[in-house]
């Protein structure tokens, strides 16, 4: 963990009972549960893509250099802060992709000085799993991976780099990523991601499944629990994928893809996050509505067992251009909120008012 003290105490604008603004109490870090030595907090984000070269003239002020900053205390107070990295990174060239429709094709080639801004906020993992990796081919995926290593991050989710075994403040974590995109893990494949799942759960204490999986848009919030399909593509079906990763031995799985944040729930004691939305997305992503706000989840787990015991939403929105900051309105919350109730009545975790994630 990279802050002495992991219980972060802020004052939080919340709308009172008659509409007024009031002051009250937001514990980040402390989630109804007292940390001990043999508990984990995990940290996880939705979509990133800090800005772009290609076309020119989509690159954030003062060059990115301060866009986590509203949120940064909260990615760094977790032991483990894992984020999508949903773009390459690239200085120039590739080779970009062609689209059908080129004034609905968003390519997205980040400097590679960026990956730097993502370990100084706090990351620790990413995955490359996605449909905006291939951007710019082969020389992309290559240069996206090369360039997050430099950088000091681990990383997953190519074919080329299925998973990553590696050791964090002395504990020995497994991290895979998922995709049903050209160039990634196929997360459609249940029974090939259930095998290097079941091979992580044999060597590694915490293993964390990645998951970009699901219809993208305003109307796909909700867990449907059936194959999905986006402009005819096979999306996968997150729920099945969700639940047979923990079955071959995930602790977390952390999903992500629609754009628009879904519900979350505990299968078999192990927590699942169905999509974080976009987190950090300067330019080129639309922000409007549900797609502009989400969450920074931190979920606290028993090392030993990687059985949930409790957690936090930390509700962030971005305005503007892009960019995430603390949400007064604490939007994703109730939208959470709803999205359990709708999709998981027999769910057997609760989002309270103030964030806590615990169970019923």
Not at 72 to 95: A, R
Request: glycine share 12%; hydrophobic share 35%; aromatic share 10%.
């Amino acid at each position: 963990m990279r802050l002495a003290n992991r219980f972060l105490f802020i004052s939080f604008l919340l709308a009172g009972s008659v509409g007024a603004q009031i002051k009250v109490p937001f514990t980040a870090m402390s989630s109804g549960y007292e940390a001990q030595d043999d508990t984990l907090t995990i940290g996880g984000v939705g979509d990133i893509m800090i800005g772009t070269n290609y076309p020119a003239g989509h690159l954030p002020p003062d060059d990115g250099k301060f866009l986590f900053d509203p949120v940064k205390e909260y990615l760094q107070s977790p032991d483990l802060m894992f984020g999508n990295s949903e773009g390459t990174f690239l200085d120039s060239g590739g080779t970009v992709k062609s689209c059908s429709d080129p004034s609905k094709c968003y390519a997205f080639r980040q400097p590679t000085r960026y990956a730097q801004y993502l370990f100084d906020a706090g990351f620790d993992v990413m995955s490359t799993a996605n449909n905006h990796v291939g951007d710019f081919g082969e020389e992309g995926r290559t240069s996206s991976g090369a360039t997050l290593s430099k950088a000091g991050l681990q990383w997953a989710g190519l074919v080329t780099k299925p998973y990553v075994i590696f050791e964090h403040n002395g504990v020995k974590y497994g991290f895979t990523a998922f995709a049903p995109n050209s160039g990634t893990q196929d997360v459609r494949d249940l029974e090939a991601a259930k095998k290097v799942v079941a091979m992580l759960d044999s060597t590694c204490e915490i293993v964390i499944v990645s998951c970009h999986i699901g219809g993208e848009g305003a109307t796909k919030n909700h867990v449907t629990r059936a194959t999905e399909m986006f402009l005819g593509e096979n999306r996968g079906n997150p729920y099945a994928f969700a639940h047979a990763v923990i079955d071959a031995g995930a602790d977390i799985v952390f999903g992500h893809g629609p754009h628009v944040t879904r519900a979350i729930e505990m299968y078999k004691d192990r927590f699942i996050a169905y999509s974080m939305g976009n987190f950090c997305t300067y330019s080129r992503f639309n922000l409007k509505g549900n797609a502009g706000y989400a969450p920074i989840v931190h979920v606290n787990i028993d090392r030993k067992t990687g059985k949930f015991l409790s957690g936090k939403i930390i509700p962030i929105v971005q305005l503007g251009e892009g960019g995430p900051s603390l949400d007064p309105d604490r939007q994703v919350i109730t939208e959470m909120q709803m999205l359990n109730a709708a999709d998981f009545p027999e769910n057997k975790i609760e989002l309270l008012d103030d964030g806590t994630i615990r169970k019923k």
